[in-house]
Antibody, heavy 112, light 110 residues
């Protein structure tokens, strides 16, 4: 069974940092494209970043470029999102996802 | 303002059919596969269809995706009260080098 379990969310002050983690199981994590997607309260889905399983290529949304860093540890089947210089408009539920497959349950980040 | 445009809401009676459109451009829907996601309030999104029309295991055939040019469509037939949810389209944008979502469509069963 495919499982994605996020952790690391919480309350942080503007300008602060937070590191989200996503534990993956039940599929070939090494070869999967993995994304972070967020959803602000009452708003739609916003893609944040992707890490390619094929070649390790990375892309970011313009709104987080230069502030967020996606990474993975294939030995642990873990995906990470390091979030620096956080702003109030980064407040959202953050989902770890294989967009062609499964989503985690989300972790809430509040910047205030 | 989303890169992909969806009608904010649609409604129909139980048993009827609804269609949700997702309009994009040549750099996204025009040249990449489209996925549709279903989201109930307070829960994570779930993949409904991928690669324009592929349905993952466990998704009822009442849900069908299609694409023509720069517009993708999700059709729900035999509408049920359990289908009340938000629906999002998504695809890669080759110019933006980003995955883009539509703004979402709320389906209401009358």
């Amino acid at each position: 069974e495919v499982q994605l379990l996020e952790s690391g969310g919480g309350l942080v002050q503007p300008g602060g940092s937070l590191r989200l983690s996503c534990a993956a199981s039940g599929f070939n994590f090494d070869r999967s494209d993995m994304s972070w997607v967020r959803q602000a309260p009452g708003k739609g889905l916003e893609w944040v970043s992707v890490l390619s399983g094929r070649n390790g290529g990375i892309n970011y949304a313009d709104s987080v470029k230069g502030r967020f860093t996606i990474s993975r540890d294939t030995s642990k089947n873990m995906l990470y999102l390091q979030m620096d210089s956080l702003r109030a408009d980064d407040t959202a539920v953050y989902y770890c996802a294989n967009l062609h497959h499964s989503w985690g349950q989300g972790t809430t980040v509040t910047v205030s | 303002q989303s890169v992909l445009t969806q009608t904010p809401s649609v409604s129909a009676a139980p048993g009827q059919k609804v269609t949700i459109s997702c309009s994009g451009s040549s750099s996204n829907i025009g040249e990449n596969f489209v996925a549709w996601y279903q989201q109930f309030p307070g829960t994570a999104p779930k993949l409904l269809t991928d690669e324009n029309s592929y349905r993952p295991s466990g998704i009822p055939d009442r849900f069908s995706g299609s694409k023509s040019g720069t517009t993708a469509t999700l059709a729900i037939t035999g509408l049920q009260t359990a289908d009340e949810a938000d629906y999002y389209c998504g695809t890669w944008d080759s110019s933006l080098l980003a995955y883009v979502f539509g703004g979402g469509t709320k389906v209401t069963v009358l």
